[in-house]
């Protein structure tokens, strides 16, 4: 593979992270790591420049696929998300009001982790969540549970059959949630 090629794969990774924060995480971490970019400004600009051959989808009907080419699909948990005696998931997301995908992720993973003691939370959890509070699914939930994980450790996705909430992740929703308006 040559830089061109490498470039023109990061530039279609980082166009199907729908959020901006994500994104900006990533170009930001890439640019620690290597170094600036002004030695491949040039290149970026030829890349950008050149005209794409794949059409895109519009974002709410995009299908991904998995490295092994099929497509991902979530499925819907007999979970009991309003449990008697014990606060319902959308009260608790109501008091502590997630506003970015990465404090939804970490918000559904301590309630189903802490609240509900569900013992291996998995991403077909995580889905039912989003799913019960008619929030907007990432393009691509597995990737954006692991982007939680870097952006502020709130996560340990090593097994996305077992993903569980850091201290860091149960202070940002026990102390930082809801964020104070500015």
Not at 52 to 60: C, G, I, L, R
Not at 72 to 100: I, T
Not at 132 to 154: C, Q, R
């Amino acid at each position: 593979m040559n830089d061109l090629e490498a470039l023109k794969l990061i530039i279609e990774a980082l166009d199907n992270l729908e959020d901006s924060e994500a994104r900006k995480w990533v170009i930001t971490s890439v640019n620690a790591r290597y170094g600036g970019v002004s030695s491949v400004s040039q290149t970026v600009t030829q890349v950008v420049s050149e005209p794409v051959t794949q059409t895109k989808e519009p974002s709410a009907s995009k299908i991904r696929k998995s490295k092994s080419g099929k497509a991902k699909s979530f499925s819907m948990m007999d979970l009991n998300l309003r449990p008697s005696g014990q606060e319902a998931f959308s009260e608790f997301c109501e008091k502590r009001n997630p506003s970015s995908t990465d404090e939804k992720l970490v918000v559904s993973v301590y309630y189903l982790s802490k609240l509900l003691n569900v013992p291996s939370v998995s991403s077909n959890h995580v889905y039912t969540c989003f799913k019960a509070m008619k929030w907007s699914l990432p393009a691509n939930l597995e990737n954006a549970l692991s982007l939680a994980k870097h952006h502020g450790g709130w996560l340990n996705t090593s097994s996305m059959q077992n993903i569980q909430v850091t201290s860091l992740g149960e202070n940002l929703v026990d102390h930082d949630l809801p964020r104070k308006k500015k």
